[in-house]
């Protein structure tokens, strides 16, 4: 069996692949309308919401399978939980890279106390995930619409956790606060 380090990178291929494809098409991810809660994957059971290249990844994964969930989780989350996958369902690739670990180290008084150790290089671990649809009597997702001063007043999770948004020249709202500013376009927030 490859190692994890080739199976990621692989599937990081496979992933800049496709993007590439649908850009010489003139789009990147789909030339249809794009649904606003696709570009928000999490799993609700351990209430993490996916960045970077998994959340890249699994925006693909929606609208190749046209999947209007964006809820994804693992099969073993979802066991635990007495949920099955529908047969012939595969799951979508995420990773998850480390940068450090916990130790115990002894200190000069005899006691043991954990500490955070950096890793001379990271390692890499991946793991599979299922969207909501792909799950057999998982409770359906509903779409909720809401604008953005709703959205901030009911203090959703994930980007819109936020101290300050404004108006941008361009016509979107600017939120700052959560990591790197993020934009969106007025109204498909």
Not at 1 to 26: C, H, W, Y
Not at 48 to 61: D, E, M, S, T
Not at 153 to 181: E, H, K, T, W
Request: proline share 6%.
């Amino acid at each position: 069996m490859p190692a994890a380090f080739t199976i990621v990178m692989d599937s990081r291929r496979e992933l800049v692949e496709k993007l590439i494809q649908n850009m010489e098409k003139g789009y990147i991810l789909t030339e249809k309308e794009w649904d606003r809660d696709a570009f928000a994957p999490y799993n609700p059971l351990s209430d993490v919401h996916y960045k970077g290249g998994n959340r890249i990844r699994l925006i693909a994964k929606v609208i190749e399978k046209g999947y209007r969930d964006p809820r994804w989780m693992t099969a073993r989350q979802l066991n635990e939980k007495g949920y099955y996958i529908k047969k012939g369902e595969h799951p979508t690739l995420c990773e998850k890279w480390i940068f450090d670990r916990e130790k115990m180290v002894t200190k000069e008084d005899g006691t043991r106390e954990k500490i955070r150790e950096s890793l001379e290089m990271p390692a890499v671990r991946y793991f599979n995930v299922f969207n909501g649809e792909q799950v057999q009597d998982f409770p359906e997702y509903i779409h909720q619409k809401m604008e953005v001063s709703d959205m901030l007043q009911a203090g959703l999770p994930g980007i819109l956790r936020v101290p300050d948004y404004r108006m941008c020249p361009a016509g979107c709202f600017l939120f700052s606060g959560y990591g790197p500013d993020f934009f969106a376009i007025k109204g498909n927030v």
